[in-house]
């Protein structure tokens, strides 16, 4: 049934963009992408159940459903409906780096803190020092390298190695909830991924600031280090504004919680952007202090838990959407490299931090799948690397976009078996601390 009414769907979906209006047919205007936005919602819904039915992840549904239905498959939702759908992509990240940031207990994180630090100073910078030597290695399968001294090349793949390390708290976060999974490796896992992520857009700053010199291109050093300061400090200051608002909020006010949150994520990824901020510095930020500082750490992650479930469903569809299937075109072989050698080195680093940190055996054995995931970190990195090195950009924006295609696909699977045979999978609902409730539910609604 579930599959029928998918068929239904598209097909009315098909009919509804034949018969609009012209003005309206690219899905541009508001009636195109209202439209867009029910029917990624529907389809992704059903293919979430109907992927969980078959031991998949949910997430791993609504990822396919946007690559079916997007401009480079079946073609039902445009690429201008996307581009206005895209303001779910921000709130989504900001509501995922909120839940993270209440996740981030002080007393409860702290026996996993050793565990956490080697991971990130083991596995997730030396996984940034292999990827790099193994673009640089194979400079030869991709042709932007052809033109560039051997300095260059360097840089290069130095700025290529750090943004093909970027991991994806949302996946882990979708994860979690959908395998109501609770232990250390779920916890160690996001106290990782969310404090790497800072530490790779640090990085990502300063190597790609210093690979421009290598091109001719003058870089203040004083301007980058200002620049990253209103970047990291601003951000942090504005969490921290953001915090006490949310805090005061669910302290003096009774109703309209789940409201006022989505507001707040909405103005902390959009306003945020706009000046410069990082909106998944400023949720993390607000999220730690909401639930560190107050006694209403757990009602915002209620609230999140009841307002959330559309965002996100929209959100991984949109990104299946806008995965780049030309890119495994042009650069297939390198990326799958590329996604080996990523995925071999967090497996193999990990045990080697976990010894290190004499952490216990499942986080040594299961805790790298954790790390595997990618979304829209490295996408937005992509990007940005397109913009500071336009000549190398197309291509070598594509190889990053085809790497991260492959691991929305992969590694969400590897990650669901690790936390079923990590004995951490159903965890939460067995013994359910009140401090711990409210991960977002994506695997909340019916079966269908």
Not at 213 to 234: H, K, P, Q, V, Y
Request: charged share 10%; hydrophobic share 55%; with cysteine.
């Amino acid at each position: 049934m579930r599959v029928f009414l998918l068929i239904v769907f598209a097909g009315l979906m098909h009919a509804t963009r034949s018969f609009a209006p012209q003005a309206d047919a690219g899905g541009a205007g508001a009636a195109g992408t209202a439209v867009a936005f029910g029917y990624l919602l529907l389809s992704a819904l059903f293919a979430g159940s109907i992927f969980k039915s078959f031991g998949l992840p949910r997430l791993t549904g609504y990822l396919v459903t946007g690559i079916v239905a997007g401009p480079q498959v079946l073609g039902l939702v445009s690429m201008p409906a996307l581009e206005n759908l895209e303001i779910f992509n921000g709130m989504a990240i900001a509501l995922i780096a909120l839940t993270a940031g209440a996740e981030l207990g002080v007393r409860e994180m702290k026996p996993l803190l050793r565990s956490i630090f080697w991971l990130i100073v083991v596995a997730v910078l030396g996984v940034m020092g292999i990827l790099s030597l193994t673009i640089y290695l194979c400079r030869d399968l991709l042709p932007f390298f052809d033109h560039l001294t051997m300095i260059q090349a360097v840089g290069v793949a130095a700025v290529l190695g750090v943004t093909m390390t970027a991991q994806s708290p949302a996946v882990v976060i979708a994860l979690r909830s959908e395998m109501q999974a609770e232990g250390p490796v779920s916890r160690t896992v996001l106290g990782v991924v969310v404090l790497s992520d800072l530490v790779v857009i640090l990085i990502f700053a300063v190597v790609s600031s210093l690979t421009r010199t290598l091109f001719g291109n003058s870089a203040d050093a004083l301007e980058t280090a200002g620049r990253l300061a209103w970047e990291i400090l601003g951000s942090v200051g504005a969490g921290v504004l953001a915090g006490l608002l949310l805090g005061g909020f669910f302290k003096y006010v009774k109703g309209g919680a789940a409201l006022f949150v989505l507001a707040v994520a909405f103005v902390m990824a959009e306003v945020g952007q706009r000046i410069a901020f990082d909106p998944l510095i400023i949720a993390c930020t607000a999220g730690a202090l909401v639930r560190n500082a107050t006694s209403f750490g757990h009602k915002l992650l209620d609230e999140i838990e009841g307002s959330s479930l559309a965002v996100y469903v929209v959100f991984f569809a949109v990104t299946g959407a806008t995965i780049h299937i030309d890119a495994l075109r042009m650069v297939g072989i390198p990326a799958a490299i590329f996604v080996l050698v990523r995925g071999t080195g967090f497996y193999s680093l990990t045990w080697v931090a976990g010894a290190l940190a004499r952490a216990p055996l499942p986080i040594r054995k299961y805790a790298g799948f954790g790390l595997m995931p990618q979304a829209g970190l490295a996408l937005a990195l992509a990007l940005l690397f397109s913009r500071t090195f336009p000549d190398l950009g197309v291509t070598a924006a594509a190889l990053v976009l085809g790497g991260v295609a492959i691991n929305e696909m992969v590694a969400p699977v590897l990650y669901r078996i690790a936390l079923v045979r990590s004995g951490e999978a159903g965890a939460a609902n067995a013994d359910r601390d009140p401090a711990l409730q409210g991960v977002p539910a994506l695997a909340s609604e019916g079966e269908g």
